[in-house]
C-alpha cells in the first residue's frame, strides 16, 4: 500500500520507533494520529507535523491497554480523519523477569503488547470488513520470534503479538485485510536505554551483544517499503530471518546455543 492520501493511525507515537513511523508515513504524504499515553508529548509530534503540512496530524491522548482507550481512539481518528487506511499497534513495555515478578508487570505487559492489538482490531474490522480493505500493523519484536534473555513477560507477550498478526492475516486476506508485523532487534529508543539502569527494563547489554543497534529513522524506512510490498515480516535486522530458520530447522540446538549466551551474559554482567 503506498502512503499517500491514505489515514494512518500510529501508537506510542510520542518517542521512539512509534514517533519515527508517524513522521515517515507523514512524508510519503499520509494523514497521521499519534497516539501516545503521554499527551503533551505526543502534541509536539504533531505540532511539528502540522507545520510541515496544515491540519495533516492529530494528536490523541490514549491509553491503548484499555478496551475503552482503543474504542476512543478509533472514534477519535475517524471523526477527525475519516476511515482508518492503516493502524499500526506499536506501543509497547518492556517489563519483567521471570514467573516471580509481580502480577501487576505480567498484567501491563499482556494489555499493551497484546490485548492492545486485538482491542484495536475490534474496532478497526466492522468498517474494514464493510469496506473490503484495511492495513492491521502491529510491533513485537525479535523476541516475538526468538527469545528474550531476561524476560519471560517480554517474551510471552511478543510471541503472542506474532500469533496475533498470523491469525488476523490468515482469517481475513480474503477480505482484503492486510497485516504486517514488525520484529526488530535493538533500536535507539528510550525503552532500550532504560534497560542501561538493570533495576529496570530489559537489560540493554544483552540487546546490544544480540546485534546491531539500529536508528528509529531505520526502522520505519524499512516499515515503509515492506507496507508498500504488502509482505508479513518487517525485518529491520533482516538476520532475524536466518536465526529463525535456525531455530525451526533444529530446535534443540538452537536452545542449547541460546543457553549459553544467556551464561556467558550472566558472567558478563
Ligand atoms: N527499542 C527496541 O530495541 C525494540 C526492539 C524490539 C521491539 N521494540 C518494540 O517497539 C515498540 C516501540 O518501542 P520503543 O523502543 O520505541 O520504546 P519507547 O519507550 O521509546 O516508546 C514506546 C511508546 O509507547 C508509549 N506507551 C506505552 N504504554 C502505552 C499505553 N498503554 N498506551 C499508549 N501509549 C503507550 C510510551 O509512552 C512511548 O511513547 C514497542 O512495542 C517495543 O516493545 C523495541
Known amino acids: 500500500m503506498e502512503l499517500v492520501g491514505k489515514h494512518a493511525v500510529v501508537t ?68 477527525a480523519f475519516g476511515p482508518i487506511d492503516l493502524f499500526f499497534a506499536n506501543a509497547g513495555v518492556g517489563i519483567g523477569r521471570g514467573p516471580e515478578s509481580p502480577e501487576s508487570e505480567w498484567e501491563l505487559a499482556f494489555n499493551v503488547n497484546v490485548h492492545a ?36 513477560p ?14 488476523m492475516s490468515i482469517t481475513y486476506a480474503h477480505a482484503g485485510i492486510r497485516v504486517s508485523c514488525l520484529c526488530p532487534q535493538g533500536v535507539n529508543t528510550a525503552m532500550l536505554r532504560a534497560g542501561d539502569d538493570p533495576s529496570t527494563g530489559i537489560s540493554s ?32 535486522h533482516p538476520e532475524v530471518l536466518t536465526y529463525l530458520q535456525r531455530k525451526t530447522g533444529d530446535y534443540d540446538r538452537w536452545l542449547a546455543g541460546m543457553s549459553k549466551l544467556q551464561a556467558r551474559m550472566l558472567a558478563g554482567s
Open 154 to 167: 517480554y517474551t510471552l507477550t511478543k510471541h503472542a503479538a506474532v500469533a496475533f498478526a498470523e491469525w
Open 205 to 236: 547489554s544483552v540487546v546490544r551483544s544480540a546485534g546491531r543497534v539500529l536508528e528509529p529513522a531505520d526502522v520505519a524506512a524499512v516499515a515503509v517499503a515492506t507496507i508498500a510490498a504488502e509482505t508479513f515480516l518487517i525485518l529491520p
Open 117 to 152: 492489538h486485538r482491542w484495536a482490531a475490534k474496532y478497526l474490522l466492522p468498517g474494514w470488513l464493510a469496506r473490503g480493505e484495511g492495513y492491521f500493523c502491529s510491533t513485537a519484536s525479535a523476541a516475538g520470534l526468538l527469545s528474550q534473555i531476561g524476560s519471560a
Open 12 to 79: 506510542g507515537a510520542a518517542g521512539g520507533i512509534g514517533e519515527a513511523l508517524a513522521e515517515r508515513f507523514h512524508a510519503e504524504g499520509a494523514r497521521v494520529v499519534v497516539a501516545d499515553l503521554q499527551a503533551s508529548a505526543a502534541g509536539d509530534v504533531a505540532d511539528r507535523l502540522n507545520e510541515i503540512r496544515s491540519g495533516s496530524a492529530l494528536a490523541v491522548a490514549a491509553d491503548v491497554g484499555t478496551e475503552e482507550g482503543n474504542r476512543n481512539l478509533v472514534a477519535a481518528a475517524e471523526h
